[in-house]
T-cell receptor, first 114, second 114 residues
Framework: QQQVKQSPQSLIVQKGGISIINCAYE??????FPWYQQFPGKGPALLIA?????SEKKEGRFTISFNKSAKQFSLHIMDSQPGDSATYFC?????????????FGSGTQLTVLP | DTGVSQDPRHKITKRGQNVTFRCDPI?????LYWYRQTLGQGPEFLTY????????KSRLLSDRFSAERPKGSFSTLEIQRTEQGDSAMYLC????????????FGEGSRLTVL
């Protein structure tokens, strides 16, 4: 059961452009939505996270937009750089759950052209 | 380097053999998770420990899989009678107990079953 759907599967952006990755979730009990960045041969690393009590969170060039009614959230990377080329995963979890394990999307492979 | 160490990084084995992976967490992290990641997919939850207690297992964790965390420190994940479908990256991740704090992933152990 895929509880977090992510799109697009791959994305190519010119240097300086805006990269946008979208995710949709089904479980309304989710209340923590992180984005992870993964480089080849490495484990995922937390990039930025949001809770549903805010509609937007910005950290540097990275912004999460959250739409609770639509059960959607997105990652915007402003002024994309070649060093941002990686696979990005959205995820969701339930804070009150015993395991609080993350449910991940299927990933977006971002390529930023120089 | 997140501080979560996994060993071995790569393992090639023949079908039917047993393999064991080890995870050394960040020392003060109470919770330890195992995830499996196949090519082009996001990590999938397998199991987690709170200190030495294994509190939840995913349905993905068949009877051939066993995980331990003696003394609440390092953890091992053993796969018995490996099958080609077990080929994947096995990721260990740790966090402190409270809240939905950051989950720190190791670099993973890649298993190839021939």
């Amino acid at each position: 059961q895929q509880q977090v759907k992510q799109s697009p599967q791959s994305l190519i952006v010119q240097k300086g452009g805006i990269s946008i990755i979208n995710c949709a979730y089904e479980n309304t009990a989710f209340d923590y939505f992180p984005w992870y960045q993964q480089f080849p041969g490495k484990g995922p690393a937390l990039l930025i996270a949001i809770r549903p009590d805010v509609s937007e969170k910005k950290e540097g060039r990275f912004t999460i937009s959250f739409n609770k009614s639509a059960k959607q959230f997105s990652l915007h990377i402003m002024d994309s750089q070649p060093g941002d080329s990686a696979t990005y995963f959205c995820a969701a979890s339930i804070s009150s759950g015993s395991a609080r394990q993350l449910t991940f999307g299927s990933g977006t492979q971002l390529t930023v052209l120089p | 380097d997140t501080g979560v160490s996994q060993d071995p990084r790569h393992k090639i084995t023949k079908r039917g053999q047993n393999v064991t992976f080890r995870c050394d967490p960040i020392s003060e992290h109470n919770r330890l998770y195992w995830y499996r990641q196949t090519l082009g997919q996001g990590p999938e939850f397998l199991t987690y420990f709170q200190n030495e207690a294994q509190l939840e297992k995913s349905r993905l964790l068949s009877d051939r899989f066993s995980a331990e965390r003696p003394k609440g420190s390092f953890s091992t994940l053993e796969i018995q009678r490996t099958e080609q479908g077990d080929s994947a990256m096995y990721l260990c991740a740790t966090k402190v107990l409270a809240g939905t704090g950051e989950l720190f992933f190791g670099e993973g152990s890649r298993l190839t079953v021939l």
